[in-house]
């Protein structure tokens, strides 16, 4: 009984060691999107809290933050934004009660829209960012791909 047991399991390892000797060929096609959304924000920046000793200098300051904050706003609808809170108790008193928010991503393509004065002390710059551009520069650097067809031989 035992020798028919031993053949049975050879038999089986024999058969199991077959498939690995086929060998295959992959095809690979490259995956676009069906659409590409357009994105757009808005970032704000007061003038006269810039430091600077002119009205120039403080203007020119409060227009690189603006466009800074409208890079922000642009990350935060790509990637999200990270919240944390944290709170503290005392004798089931809460004493102490904290929230942080931070953002982080690379954007590519953005566009400037328009950078304006917004009334007295408010600067303020658009950005757009396409996403068809944001595809066409992710697939000049990273190829996607997908399995097209699997040939066996």
């Known amino acids: 009984m035992n020798a028919k047991i031993g053949i049975a399991f050879a038999?089986?390892?024999?058969?199991?060691?077959?498939?690995?000797?086929?060998?295959?060929?992959?095809?690979?096609?490259?995956?676009?999107?069906?659409?590409?959304?357009?994105?757009?924000?808005?970032?704000y920046a007061p003038i006269s809290a810039q430091p600077g000793a002119t009205d120039s200098t403080k203007m020119l300051l409060a227009i690189k933050a603006s466009k800074l904050d409208a890079y922000r706003e642009l990350t935060e609808q790509v990637y999200g934004q990270k919240i944390g809170g944290n709170q503290s108790l005392e004798q089931f008193?809460?004493?102490?009660?904290q929230l942080k928010s931070s953002v982080q991503g690379i954007i590519r393509g953005a566009e400037v829209v328009k950078t304006y004065p917004v009334g007295e002390d408010t600067y303020a710059t658009e950005l757009s960012l396409d996403f068809k551009k944001v595809y066409d520069i992710?697939?000049?650097t990273a190829r996607p791909k997908r399995i097209k067809d699997v040939h066996y031989f």
């Open 11 to 43: 038999g089986l390892f024999g058969l199991s060691a077959c498939s690995s000797v086929f060998e295959k060929q992959v095809e690979w096609e490259y995956v676009q999107p069906s659409s590409y959304p357009v994105i757009k924000a808005v970032g």
């Open 138 to 140: 992710y697939i000049s």
């Open 93 to 97: 008193v809460l004493t102490n009660t």
